[in-house]
C-alpha cells in the first residue's frame, strides 16, 4: 500500500513528517512525503524559528511525479502554511488519490482554544472547505470549536458531520471525563485516560497512527482504539522521561503495538 503524507518537516520536537514516516512504515506503507514547510522547531512553545514555506518545490514535486503516473491508497493532510497551501493541497487529492482512495485531513488549527502562530478564523474558514473533501477528519477539540463554532462536542460532530462522512474528534472534556468522539452510523464516544498536561505532537502521532490503521483495512472503532492506545502508552513514558514537553512524543518504543498488529497484514 502506498501513503502520501502531506505536512511540514519541523527539524525538532517531533511532529508532523518526522513523526508520519516512522508511524506509517511501521503500519507496513510504503510512505512519500510532500512537505509543506521547513522549520528549525515547530511553532508551539519555541520562539525564534526558522520557515521556508515550500509552496514552489511543492508544485514542481508533484508535476515531476505526474511523469511517473504516480497515485496513492490514501493521502494523509496536516499542517499547511497558508491558504495557498489548502488550495493546493484539494489539487493534489484530485491528482493523486486512486478513485477509492482514501483523504483524511488532520486540520491543524490550534490547541487550548488559541490558533497555534499565523492563523485565524479566516484560514479556518478555508481548512473546513479542505475538511469537505476529506473521507475522515481529526480536529481536536479546539480545531472542532474553529471549524464549527460550537464549544459543545455533540454539536460540532453534528455540524462537522454536514462536511465529511466520518469526523472524529479527538479530544474532548467535559466534567472532568475525557473521550473521543466520532460519527459511524450516529456519534460514538471512546472513553480515553487523561494525563494533565499539555503533550505537544500527540495530535501528529494520532492523525498517522490512525491513517496507517484505515489504509490496513481496519474498521473505525478498532482504528481509534489502537490509535488511542498507542498515544495514551506514549503520553505515558513522556510524562515518565521527559521534562520538556515540546520536544514532542517519546513514542518510539511503542511502534511495536503497531508493526505487531500488521506484521502478517
Ligand atoms: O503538531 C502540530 C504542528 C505541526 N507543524 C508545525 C506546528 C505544529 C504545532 O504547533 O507548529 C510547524
Same mark, same amino acid.
Given at each position: 500500500?502506498?501513503?502520501?503524507?502531506?505536512?511540514?518537516?519541523?527539524?525538532?520536537?517531533?511532529?508532523?513528517?518526522?513523526?508520519?514516516?516512522?508511524?506509517?512504515?511501521?503500519?507496513?506503507?510504503?510512505?512519500?512525503?510532500?512537505?509543506?514547510?521547513?522549520?528549525?522547531?515547530?511553532?508551539?512553545?519555541?520562539?525564534?524559528?526558522?520557515?521556508?514555506?515550500?509552496?514552489?518545490?511543492?508544485?514542481?514535486?508533484?508535476?515531476?511525479?505526474?511523469?511517473?503516473?504516480?497515485?496513492?491508497?490514501?493521502?494523509?493532510?496536516?499542517?499547511?502554511?497558508?491558504?495557498?497551501?489548502?488550495?493546493?493541497?484539494?489539487?493534489?487529492?484530485?491528482?493523486?488519490?486512486?478513485?477509492?482512495?482514501?483523504?483524511?485531513?488532520?486540520?491543524?488549527?490550534?490547541?487550548?482554544?488559541?490558533?497555534?502562530?499565523?492563523f485565524d478564523e479566516g484560514f479556518a474558514a478555508d481548512m473546513g472547505?479542505?475538511?469537505?473533501?476529506?473521507? =475522515?477528519? &481529526?480536529?481536536? $477539540?479546539? /480545531?472542532?470549536?474553529? #471549524? +464549527?463554532?460550537?464549544?459543545?462536542?455533540?454539536?460540532?460532530?453534528?455540524?462537522?458531520?454536514?462536511?465529511?462522512?466520518?469526523?472524529?474528534?479527538?479530544?474532548?472534556?467535559?466534567?472532568?471525563?475525557?473521550?473521543?468522539?466520532?460519527?459511524?452510523?450516529?456519534?460514538?464516544?471512546?472513553?480515553?485516560?487523561?494525563?494533565?498536561?499539555?503533550?505537544?505532537?500527540?495530535?501528529?502521532?494520532?492523525?498517522?497512527?490512525?491513517?496507517?490503521?484505515?489504509?490496513?483495512?481496519?474498521?473505525l472503532e478498532r482504528a481509534l482504539s489502537l490509535t488511542a492506545e498507542?498515544?495514551?502508552?506514549?503520553?505515558?513514558?513522556?510524562?515518565?522521561?521527559?521534562?520538556?514537553?515540546? =520536544?514532542? &512524543?517519546?513514542? $518510539?518504543? /511503542?511502534?511495536?503495538? #503497531? +508493526?505487531?498488529?500488521?506484521?502478517?497484514?
Amino acid at each position: 500500500m502506498r501513503i502520501l503524507a502531506i505536512n511540514d518537516i519541523s527539524c525538532v520536537g517531533k511532529c508532523s513528517l518526522t513523526v508520519a514516516l516512522p508511524i506509517l512504515s511501521a503500519c507496513g506503507a510504503t510512505v512519500d512525503i510532500l512537505p509543506t514547510a521547513l522549520l528549525s522547531t515547530h511553532t508551539g512553545g519555541f520562539t525564534g524559528y526558522t520557515f521556508l514555506p515550500l509552496d514552489g518545490e511543492m508544485k514542481k514535486i508533484c508535476d515531476h511525479w505526474e511523469t511517473l503516473g504516480l497515485k496513492y491508497d490514501l493521502i494523509v493532510s496536516g499542517y499547511l502554511g497558508s491558504r495557498a497551501q489548502i488550495e493546493f493541497v484539494k489539487d493534489v487529492r484530485r491528482r493523486f488519490l486512486k478513485e477509492d482512495g482514501v483523504f483524511v485531513v488532520d486540520p491543524v488549527l490550534g490547541e487550548n482554544f488559541k490558533f497555534y502562530s499565523g492563523f485565524d478564523e479566516g484560514f479556518a474558514a478555508d481548512m473546513g472547505t479542505l475538511c469537505a473533501l476529506a473521507d =475522515y477528519i &481529526l480536529p481536536n $477539540e479546539t /480545531e472542532a470549536f474553529f #471549524l +464549527t463554532g460550537e464549544h459543545d462536542a455533540s454539536a460540532a460532530l453534528g455540524k462537522l458531520k454536514g462536511l465529511c462522512p466520518h469526523p472524529v474528534i479527538t479530544s474532548v472534556e467535559q466534567g472532568g471525563d475525557y473521550f473521543l468522539c466520532y460519527e459511524d452510523g450516529g456519534e460514538r464516544r471512546l472513553p480515553l485516560r487523561h494525563l494533565e498536561g499539555n503533550f505537544h505532537g500527540a495530535g501528529d502521532v494520532f492523525a498517522s497512527a490512525f491513517a496507517g490503521c484505515i489504509a490496513n483495512g481496519m474498521p473505525l472503532e478498532r482504528a481509534l482504539s489502537l490509535t488511542a492506545e498507542l498515544c495514551h502508552r506514549a503520553i505515558e513514558r513522556t510524562a515518565r522521561e521527559v521534562q520538556d514537553r515540546k =520536544y514532542g &512524543l517519546n513514542y $518510539e518504543r /511503542e511502534l511495536y503495538l #503497531l +508493526t505487531d498488529t500488521f506484521k502478517n497484514a
